[in-house]
């Protein structure tokens, strides 16, 4: 069981979507409180974390920690554009592959 007080205005606004929707007050706050728990809880962590002021981790670091590469980067190939010949492509929009 949770009692909870609201703004007066919340609880109207709450009060004319029950009506409208043909639900309870009661299923509508539980309906919000449990889809948003998860958003609240990830906050209140990164919070908590960020007040700790630990320092920021090196990517060796992680990897020591995890025992496995985070990230893994590899070079990107580029290709030739494309040769555009004037007037083929009239009334279209065209993009170069490597817009």
């Known amino acids: 069981m949770l009692s909870i007080r609201l703004d007066p205005k919340v609880e109207q606004r709450l009060g004319r979507l029950a009506k409208h929707t043909g639900r309870t007050k009661s299923s509508l ?6 889809g948003n728990l998860e958003v609240l809880e990830d906050r209140y962590l990164a919070e908590a974390r960020l007040e700790k002021r630990r320092p920021p981790l090196t990517s060796r670091q992680v990897r020591k920690q995890l025992g496995k ?18 007037g083929i492509d009239k009334g279209k929009i065209w993009i170069a592959d490597n817009f």
Not at 29 to 34: G, Q, Y
Not at 69 to 86: D, F, G, I
């Open 69 to 86: 590469p985070v990230v893994r980067l590899s070079p990107v190939r580029t290709q030739a554009a494309k040769k555009r010949v004037p």
């Open 29 to 34: 706050a539980r309906e919000l409180i449990e």
